[in-house]
Structures are given as structure tokens and as C-alpha cells.
């Protein structure tokens, strides 16, 4: 390939997303995609709730869909419910397969990259890419500059020797032993003896013990009675939990790169979920008639900033959820929150909160008290 117009640095969520949107809509920009792994996507399963996207983002993203559900579960000690609002998932295997065949050769995977530049790209091997522009969509890093929890898992793909009979995803059960902070297991049924079966915590340290979640895994099953099973693959992850901090010194310390995904802080704040903003990011630059780094720089940090804003309530949940309360205890707002009706339960999820909703969320028998809750409003943070 010339010169390519804009390369694409990393192709996971974000970054396939949005280059496979580029090919469909823009083929005329002349794009390279480097992937550092063997193939893009990763081992990941990414979710979303039917409000989360539009009926026209649906509708573009519906080859990445392989499970979909009309609804949902939630399990808590003292609640539990069922959500009749639209589940989808998008498998890794699935969106690679996608990713490949959109792009062909304008993906090159097994490319690790050393450094990046607003207009150029280091090879690992030292070698180097001059380009139009250049985004970086590598996945989340380290940063000062916004205060953090951590929603960390570990899921097993497993395949039952009989049907397990449960008809519906359980976005959390939260039954399950309180330990390291809330911990809930999240169960995706692919098929009647297929399911995903996640053990997540919202915790405050990142580290991840594997092989213990490994056998909560394998005790729920137990307990659930499904019987034996198979593991067909693995997936963990770390996802970022927004508390605070400060986005301008944030995007200021990303140097003139343009940046998507969870770097740019493009995620739900108290979800982690990443889907939908992934899919308004792609919308986003392949609209733009300007495709020059500054340009993508000053329309991607003016999004982002944007949305740190407006998400600032939720913020304000982060730190009731890890701060207001011992970690044991940290189920009871969940477990409170559950309580609503179900279109505002969908505008949570969505990120788009009335007024009236908010007020709502906090109206009630406080689920932590009432003296925690005061010190950390009292302190505030961005």
C-alpha cells in the first residue's frame, strides 16, 4: 500500500469497529489496520442492553450479534427480577471473522507498535508508517489523571452434558458470597447446554487470581445443579470503573494522538460497557469530512470531554457504590437500584438519565449509611 490516509493502531472493539464502518461507508480512504495480536478482537465477549444503541446503529452492527435474548435477570439476596428488556451479544470469534473479511490486507496483524505520532507510526521493529493521520485504539492504560475502581472477571465458555434450563441471560446474580468488594456471577445461555459463566467483582485493586475464579466458577455450576461440563475457552479483563478526575489534564497527556475506545475514558462509568460508545465513536469519525490529525483530535477529545460531563452522576454512584460502605456491603445499592421500573433501569444502562430519573435513583431507604454517604457527596470530585 502508498502512503495510507489514516492508520488505525490496535483492532479491538474500537478500533475494528470503526474501521470496518470506514470500509463500508468511506471505501476511498486508503486505511491500514495494525493489530499487535494474532487476530483482531481478542478473547472478549462484548454486551448490550436493546436502548443502548439507536434503530439505525442496530441494524449496521446486527452481523456482529450472535445471541440475543427479549430479556434479562437479576438476582440479589433480598430481590429478584426479571428485566423484559432486549439482551444482545457480540462473541470475539464472530467480530474477528467480520473484521478480516472487511478489511483484507488493509489488516495486518502480529504488528506490535513502539510509538505513536499524530501523522506517523514505530514499528516495534523499527521500522516506520508515515500516514494522513493516525488513531490510536491500543485499549485502555494507566493514567494519574482519573481516579479508578475496577470491574475484573474471569468467564468460562462451557458445554453441559445436559441441558441446563435456564432460558435468559442473568446479567448478576449476586447471591453468591460478598467477598473483595460486590461480586456477582453474570450467565449468557448460547444454547441449552452452552453458556458463558462469569465470576465478576467490583473491586479497588486490579489484580486477578485466576485460578480462584476458576473454581467459583466451577462451585456455581455445582450448585446450580447443571451437572457436568467441558470448558470450550476462556476470557478475564479488567474493566475501569470512572470515580473522578480530571478528563482535560487526561486527554492533554495523549499528546496530539487521536484516541477511541476505553483510553479516551469511552465507556459506560459504572458498567464498564464499552459496546455502544465504541459504535458512536465509529459513526462519529466516519462522518467527519475532515479526516487530518488535528481535525480527528479535536472532534474525538471534544466527544470524549463532552460525555465525561454529562456522565458526572454517575461518577457520583461510583463513588457511593466504593466508597460509602464496606466492599461486603457494596451489593445493597445494586440491590436498591433494582427496584425501579424498567425504562429507567434501560436509561441507566443507555446513559441517558432524566432529571426526574436521577432524583429517583436516590430517593428511599438509603442502602449504606447515611453518614458514609455525606462524607464522600461532601468531598466531591470531578
Avoid at 457480540?90 to 472487511?102: T, W
Avoid at 434501560?346 to 455525606?374: E, H, N, Q
Wanted: proline share 7%; net charge positive; with cysteine.
Amino acid at each position: 500500500m502508498n502512503r495510507p490516509d489514516l492508520v488505525i493502531v490496535g483492532a479491538g472493539l474500537s478500533g475494528g469497529l470503526l474501521a470496518c464502518r470506514l470500509a463500508a461507508l468511506r471505501p476511498q480512504v486508503k486505511l491500514l489496520v495494525l493489530e499487535a495480536g494474532e487476530r483482531p478482537g481478542g478473547a472478549h465477549t462484548w454486551s448490550f442492553h436493546a436502548g443502548d444503541v439507536d434503530a439505525r446503529q442496530r441494524e449496521w452492527l446486527a452481523p456482529f450479534v450472535a445471541s440475543s435474548w427479549p430479556g434479562y435477570e437479576v438476582r440479589f439476596p433480598a430481590r429478584r427480577r426479571r428485566i423484559e428488556t432486549g439482551y444482545a451479544t457480540a462473541p470475539s470469534g464472530r467480530f474477528a471473522k467480520i473484521v478480516e473479511r472487511a478489511l483484507g490486507a488493509r489488516l495486518v496483524a502480529g504488528a506490535p507498535v513502539a510509538r505513536l505520532m499524530p501523522g506517523a507510526v514505530e514499528m516495534a521493529d523499527g521500522a516506520r508508517i508515515e500516514a494522513g493521520a493516525v488513531i490510536d485504539a491500543r485499549g485502555p492504560r494507566e493514567t494519574p489523571h482519573l481516579r479508578l475502581g475496577f470491574q475484573k472477571f474471569l468467564g468460562q465458555e462451557v458445554e453441559f452434558e445436559r441441558p441446563h434450563g435456564l432460558g435468559r441471560p442473568v446479567v448478576m446474580d449476586a447471591t453468591v458470597s460478598q467477598t473483595e468488594g460486590y461480586r456477582f456471577v453474570y450467565c449468557l445461555p448460547f444454547s441449552p447446554t452452552r453458556m458463558l459463566i462469569e465470576d465478576t467483582y467490583y473491586a479497588d485493586g486490579a489484580a486477578l487470581d485466576r485460578q480462584t475464579l476458576r473454581g467459583h466458577v466451577a462451585a456455581y455450576a455445582k450448585a446450580a445443579g447443571w451437572g457436568g461440563f467441558q470448558v470450550v475457552r476462556e476470557e478475564d479483563g479488567v474493566l475501569p470503573i470512572a470515580l473522578g478526575g480530571d478528563i482535560e489534564a487526561h486527554l492533554a497527556s495523549l499528546a496530539g494522538v487521536p484516541t477511541i475506545g476505553l483510553a479516551a475514558a469511552l465507556f459506560h462509568p459504572t458498567t464498564g460497557y464499552s459496546l455502544p460508545d465504541a459504535v458512536r465513536t465509529a459513526d462519529l469519525v466516519a462522518g467527519l469530512p475532515d479526516l487530518s490529525p488535528r481535525a480527528l483530535n479535536e472532534a474525538l477529545t471534544r466527544h470524549a470531554r463532552g460525555l465525561w460531563r454529562e456522565r458526572a452522576y454517575f461518577r457520583v454512584l461510583n463513588r457511593l457504590l466504593f466508597l460509602a460502605g464496606e466492599p461486603s456491603e457494596r451489593y445493597r445499592i445494586l440491590q436498591h437500584f433494582h427496584r425501579l421500573p424498567a425504562p429507567l433501569i434501560a436509561r441507566f444502562y443507555a446513559g441517558r438519565l432524566t432529571a426526574f430519573d436521577k432524583a429517583r435513583i436516590l430517593i428511599g431507604k438509603p442502602p449504606v449509611s447515611v453518614r458514609g454517604a455525606l462524607a464522600v457527596l461532601s468531598k466531591g470530585s470531578s
